[in-house]
């Protein structure tokens, strides 16, 4: 009996010890070393916000000179996505070294991975482990000028108190120079700059939070900033995944005021942890 517990016993706590090290972060719901959980490497969300002419669908994001990504569209953040975007419903993040970054967006080659039109590339300085998103905007200008502006954000992932959510909102819209946030009518954030992002708030989720009747729909809108909240909305977004319990996420505008097909304004929100 002795042999026995001593063949098996050894390896079973082996194993235990392999999972207890290998637990999930809340944030991607994978093991802490694939996406740079501890250690030297760091975590990168790319979100390509800019509403080109063209709509294009076979961009590849690089990073230090490697592709990440298959072809991806705007409004589609990578990896993973969110609510009202092209991407998946997970909060995924790249595992990136910590320090300075290289990133591009490019159009390759047909068949090939050689570029052929470089849309973005710049760089970004990653701190420490934390989770960020740079967000990537167009400036009006020549799609193929590279005049893309960047923001990085640090996401505040930890966990939400139950019946809480969280958020923070970045403003993307090239052509307002500053909006105001709202949701179901309720002014929640006033006079956000373009290319700027507001701090942390949370939400109480459930029936009349806040001021609606039904906790089926939840709408959120934008408006020019000072403008008076019975006026046209600049754009909106219902849904009925607007608020969820320890949920915390990115709401983001793109887009332009006015603006009409690939131009179309949008209110979109990315996934920052899979709580």
């Not at 300075?100 to 482990?129: F, Q, R």
């Amino acid at each position: 009996m002795k042999k026995s517990i001593l063949k098996y016993g050894i390896p079973l706590a082996a194993i235990i010890l392999m999972y207890a090290c290998s637990k999930k972060d809340g944030i991607t719901n994978q093991p802490y070393d694939a996406y740079g959980i501890s250690g030297t490497q760091g975590q990168l969300k790319i979100n390509l916000a800019y509403a080109y002419t063209i709509d294009y669908s076979t961009m590849l994001i690089k990073v230090n000179g490697k592709t990440v990504s298959s072809g991806l569209q705007t409004r589609q953040p990578f990896p993973g996505g969110g609510y009202n975007t092209r991407g998946s419903n997970f909060a995924l993040y790249l595992s990136v070294p910590q320090g300075n970054n290289a990133v591009s967006v490019v159009i390759p080659k047909v068949g090939t991975e050689t570029d052929s039109v470089v849309l973005y590339s710049g760089s970004v300085t990653i701190p420490d482990n934390s989770p960020y998103t740079l967000h990537l905007s167009d400036t009006a200008g020549n799609p193929r000028s590279g005049k893309i502006d960047q923001l990085l954000v640090k996401n505040v992932v930890n966990k939400m108190d139950t019946g809480f959510c969280r958020f923070k909102f970045v403003n993307l819209i090239p052509n307002l120079a500053a909006v105001d946030l709202y949701l179901n009518g309720v002014l929640i954030k006033s006079n956000i700059p373009y290319l700027n992002a507001t701090d942390t708030f949370s939400v109480r989720t459930g029936v009349n939070q806040p001021g609606w009747t039904s906790a089926i729909t939840t709408t959120w809108a934008v408006r020019p900033a000072g403008a008076l909240p019975t006026s046209a909305v600049t754009t909106s977004y219902a849904s009925s995944n607007g608020l969820q319990s320890q949920k915390v996420m990115t709401l983001f505008t793109m887009g332009y005021s006015a603006g009409t097909g690939t131009r179309l304004p949008f209110i979109a929100l990315t996934l920052d942890n899979n709580e």
